[in-house]
Nanobody, 115 residues
């Protein structure tokens, strides 16, 4: 069974940085893409960034140039480095992967950016 365990997050002032981590188990980590999503209060969950098994990346327009997704296949871990954080980045952040047509999610991390 695929498991995704997230760490990092917390409270930061605007302009600050945070790094989120997501450790995966239960499947061949290097064979699958990984993604980060977020959900703000009263809003739908949205895609933040994805990274393919080959290392190609894609970002939401709202985070381009500020966030960086990366992966360490030796550690079965995907990261989201978040710089120049804004209050509108406040949300619960979720790690995601899809294996054999099934979506798996992390437990969610609260990220709060104060003005």
């Amino acid at each position: 069974q695929v498991q995704l365990v997230e760490s990092g997050g917390g409270l930061v002032q605007a302009g600050g940085s945070l790094r989120l981590s997501c450790a995966a188990s239960g499947s061949i980590f290097s064979a699958y893409g990984m993604g980060w999503y977020r959900q703000a209060p009263g809003k739908q969950r949205e895609l933040v960034a994805v990274i393919t098994s080959g290392g190609s990346t894609n970002y939401a327009d709202s985070v381009k140039g500020r966030f960086t997704i990366s992966r360490d296949n030796a550690k079965n871990t995907v990261y989201l480095q978040m710089n120049s954080l804004k209050p509108e980045d406040t949300a619960v952040y979720y790690c995601h992967r899809r294996v054999a047509g099934v979506d798996y999610w992390g437990q969610g991390l609260q990220v709060t950016v104060s003005a």
